[in-house]
């Protein structure tokens, strides 16, 4: 077999037609990947993008509200602080309180009048154990806590009844109870 050059021009063509259109298909599927992991790339960047945007705008809202927590926790802090009574002079119908903290600090010995509600007891504790610059209250007065005698061993759990009522009298040591977490 003698190939006509004619015929082998046009053989020639035809291959390299094929061969063109092989590299034109393989250079589409390429394209094509590349296309498809640039959305891919896109997609997860926009998820990415969503989800610290949800996560700032969840830590926003949480600081807002332990801004708003705070702010209440301090302006009931000032109320009661506002609202003690006077500590009255020693004389009959006072009662000397002692306070023993879950740390083993003590407060200071406050006197109440017998006819001071009990309430008026944990506001003293509460606003005593209270930074006054405004900081945080310890973990056992936000979480709440009870007045306890030990002899005889008594909670004082009634806040409307008076320290009279509640059978306190002369100098009484009260140890606070934090109420579970």
Do not use: C
Not at 19 to 44: G, I, N, P, T, W
Not at 56 to 84: F, G, H, I, N, Y
Not at 167 to 175: A, H, K
Request: hydrophobic letters at 35%; proline letters at 6%.
């Amino acid at each position: 077999g003698l190939t006509t050059a004619p015929a082998q021009a046009s053989r020639d063509t035809i291959e390299a037609r094929r061969l063109r259109a092989e590299q034109d298909r393989a250079y589409e599927a390429s394209a094509e990947e590349d296309r498809m992991k640039e959305e891919s790339r896109r997609a997860a960047e926009e998820a990415e993008r969503k989800a610290e945007d949800k996560a700032l705008r969840e830590a926003e809202e949480a600081s807002a509200r332990d801004a708003a927590e705070r702010k209440r926790a301090e302006e009931e802090t000032a109320l009661k602080r506002r609202s003690l009574p006077p500590e009255p002079p020693q004389g009959e119908g006072v009662v000397t309180v002692l306070v023993r903290l879950p740390d083993g600090g003590r407060l200071a010995p406050r006197r109440f009048s017998a006819s001071d509600k009990v309430q008026v007891l944990y506001d003293y504790v509460h606003v005593s154990a209270t930074p006054e610059g405004g900081g945080p209250a310890p973990a056992w007065v936000r979480q709440g806590f009870d007045l306890v005698s030990n002899m005889p061993v008594r909670a004082y759990r009634d806040k409307g009844v008076s320290v009279g009522e509640a059978e306190m009298s002369g100098q009484v040591m009260l140890m606070v109870q934090a109420h579970a977490a």
